[in-house]
């Protein structure tokens, strides 16, 4: 059997499908299992795993409408049996690339919003989105239409490193002077920015805030990791212990995860990272707006979630519209902006005392 996953959102989203991956591969271990990513780093994710035998990369965003038509034309040669469209992808997009590829079965959700508009139907073997599900757990009820049994427990998100990922977190942990023993803390205070995703994050100086608390009550060294180092430096500069409060800077996902699997806990935003954080099995106190963290709560290892529960939350569920507010002005975002340092460390403090064995373990 040929098949062909079409991984076309982000990192998180990409993550969220190796459980799925790993139980149809544990049921077809013939499958020639191949992968079409958008994302460099969706990319560096799936080549690492042993399940996939190809990844295609085709960043659609940077390029003109008729060289992806002619590209996803190509692929049509490959003669694929199956198409899976990763969940979430409710967007026409996505269904009108996976039709052209030509595979006989097409797998992909019926989404309670914005279905029809969005061409969903042209996947031909479709299972009812539920909006109490995890995303794994939407993932694995796709593969299930292929008659793969779904265990009693799912599996965890996979990452996969190669000796060059580990090598290079030795470098930069010599680089920096850290000792193995040391305790570290990463962070991360970004997010996605498409779909005005931005809107999402905690204000980089109440991660500041946070990060002289870790650094003052823990003893521990603050790693920012993430793509925006404009932010991640303007967090270091209001640190009352900028030596201890350091910048992970790596052009690499993998290399970067091979630094965060050295820290003992992690803080985050609704973010990439939270989930790959989860696949290290970080313990994970995850920051969320307007999200239903019943869709995306860091995957099988403890964690906290921290949120407003506000009678208009969560508000954003998955379809092309960008994140909007119904207030306005001082009122708009409350679900982000009115979380407090005092409340994320105190969800810090009760997990650490959950790791440490003092209080019974969680993973919501």
Request: net charge positive; aromatic share 12%; proline share 6%.
């Amino acid at each position: 059997m040929r098949v062909l996953v079409f991984a076309l959102s982000g990192i998180g989203d990409a993550l969220m499908f190796t459980p799925a991956l790993e139980l149809l591969r544990q049921h077809f271990p013939e499958a020639q299992v191949d992968v079409l990513a958008m994302f460099p780093g969706v990319k560096e994710l799936y080549e690492r795993n042993p399940h996939v035998h190809r990844v295609y990369l085709w960043e659609f965003l940077r390029q003109p409408w008729w060289r992806s038509l002619r590209y996803v034309l190509g692929l049509r040669r490959q003669r694929y049996e199956v198409t899976i469209n990763v969940y979430p992808a409710n967007r026409w997009e996505y269904n009108v690339l996976s039709f052209l590829v030509g595979a006989p079965l097409r797998l992909g959700h019926r989404y309670r919003r914005l279905n029809w508009r969005e061409l969903n139907w042209l996947n031909n073997r479709r299972v009812l989105e539920e909006d109490h599900l995890h995303n794994v757990v939407e993932n694995a009820r796709l593969v299930e239409l292929l008659g793969v049994p779904l265990p009693p427990q799912l599996p965890p998100l996979r990452l996969y490193f190669w000796a060059q990922d580990e090598e290079a977190a030795q470098r930069w942990f010599a680089a920096q002077g850290i000792a193995a023993e040391e305790y570290c803390v990463g962070i991360h205070a970004g997010s996605a920015t498409f779909k005005n995703h931005i809107r999402r994050r905690w204000a980089p100086e109440r991660f500041a805030e946070l990060a002289d608390r870790l650094i003052a009550e823990w003893g521990a060294f603050v790693l920012l990791f993430g793509t925006e180092r404009e932010l991640n430096e303007y967090i270091r500069s209001r640190c009352r212990f900028p030596q201890r409060c350091i910048v992970v800077e790596q052009q690499s996902l993998l290399h970067s995860a091979a630094i965060m699997r050295r820290c003992r806990f992690f803080v985050s935003n609704d973010s990439a990272l939270m989930h790959v954080a989860a696949a290290l099995g970080l313990p994970t106190v995850a920051i969320f707006a307007y999200t239903n963290p019943a869709y995306v709560h860091p995957w099988r290892t403890p964690h906290r979630i921290v949120r407003k529960e506000l009678p208009c939350s969560p508000c954003f569920y998955y379809s092309p519209r960008p994140a909007r507010c119904r207030w306005s002005g001082a009122d708009a975002f409350q679900c982000i902006r009115t979380i407090t340092v005092e409340e994320v460390w105190a969800a810090c403090q009760e997990l650490r005392r959950v790791v440490e064995g003092a209080l019974p373990l969680y993973t919501g």
